[in-house]
Nanobody, 115 residues
Framework: QLQIVESGGGLVQAGGSLRLSCKASGVTFSINVMGWYRQAPGKQRDLVATITTGGSTNYADSVKGRFTISRDNAKNTVYLQMNDLKPEDTADYYC?????????WGQGTQVSVSS
């Protein structure tokens, strides 16, 4: 089994920054992709960014140039540096890890951006 724990959410003013962290523990070998999704109230869960073990990244268009995903494979931890935050970035942010053919999700961390 794999456990996913996120941290780092909070309340910030527009234009500010936050850094989210996500640590995978348990049976961590063969994790290939880790990433972040977010879900605003009343909306579907959408991709924010992903990163492979080899470091290849993928971003939603809405966060390109503002968010950076990075990964420490030795610590099975992924980070999401969020700069120039906007009110529309307000959501619950969920980390996931794909191990073999299964996705494991964290409980989410809330990010609120005030205007």
């Amino acid at each position: 089994q794999l456990q996913i724990v996120e941290s780092g959410g909070g309340l910030v003013q527009a234009g500010g920054s936050l850094r989210l962290s996500c640590k995978a523990s348990g049976v961590t070998f063969s994790i290939n992709v880790m990433g972040w999704y977010r879900q605003a109230p009343g909306k579907q869960r959408d991709l924010v960014a992903t990163i492979t073990t080899g470091g290849s990244t993928n971003y939603a268009d809405s966060v390109k140039g503002r968010f950076t995903i990075s990964r420490d494979n030795a610590k099975n931890t992924v980070y999401l540096q969020m700069n120039d935050l906007k009110p529309e970035d307000t959501a619950d942010y969920y980390c996931y890890a794909r191990r073999l053919v299964r996705d494991y999700w964290g409980q989410g961390t809330q990010v609120s951006v005030s205007s």
